[in-house]
């Protein structure tokens, strides 16, 4: 069975972050490129993913399969995410 309930909490809660995350950017007056955000949108899928396979493999009483899909999908977004991150620094200290 679905659970709607689960998906309109993770809804409501990343739509009010990525609300709050783009009306901070423009406070700062911090513009991102369009492979900033592309980058960031890949790295929040693989985040979401890795959460819901880490849960999903807790449920099903696979507890090694979901630390290392947690640890696989996990790794690469924060990769991707100090990436972005640091294009913006170095772009913002330039300027």
């Known amino acids: 069975m679905f659970d709607f309930t689960a998906v309109l909490i993770t809804g409501a809660i990343l739509g009010a972050a ?19 955000w592309l980058m960031s949108l890949v790295g929040l899928a693989l985040v979401i993913m890795a959460i819901q396979h880490f849960m999903g493999s807790q449920i099903e009483m696979y507890m090694t399969a979901g630390w ?21 620094a170095v772009r913002q200290k330039a300027s």
Do not use: C, D, H, Q
């Open 68 to 88: 290392f899909g947690a640890l696989a999908m996990g790794i690469p977004a924060l990769i991707l995410f100090v990436i972005v991150w640091r294009l913006v």
């Open 18 to 36: 990525i609300t709050l995350l783009v009306s901070w950017l423009r406070s700062k007056n911090i513009g991102l490129k369009w492979y900033e």
